[in-house]
């Protein structure tokens, strides 16, 4: 559970559309199936453990369909907690890297550092 499982379990941020609402924004897991266009990429294989994240939590489901590109690969020797916790706090810094790489923006082609990524 991550400080924003908590906050919508509480209903705060929480909307009728969102209903039922099942916590787990961060989550561990391994790859049951892949998708058509997942399986193209070639990116992750069924049975591969991997580390996720959804923008509208499910992931203390049993299973949660999510794309491929919000899943990474983790090694067998990290534990669970240790992985989910790196995701919560450096996903933000991943997501602004990706953002600041992509063609046209005032870093591409630049080698950049965030520090602080938290969500």
Known sequence: MSPRDVMYCR????????LPFIPGFEFIGTVQILGEHARKKGVLKEGQRVAGL?????????FV???????????STVKST??????????AALKALRLAKKAGSPFTGMKLLVTDGFS
């Open 54 to 62: 959804s923008y509208n939590g499910g992931g203390n489901s049993r």
């Open 65 to 75: 369909s999510i794309p491929y590109d919000r899943l990474f690969e983790i090694s």
């Open 82 to 91: 240790n992985a989910v916790c790196l995701i919560h706090d450096y996903m």
């Open 11 to 18: 209903g705060i941020g929480l909307d009728k559309q969102m």
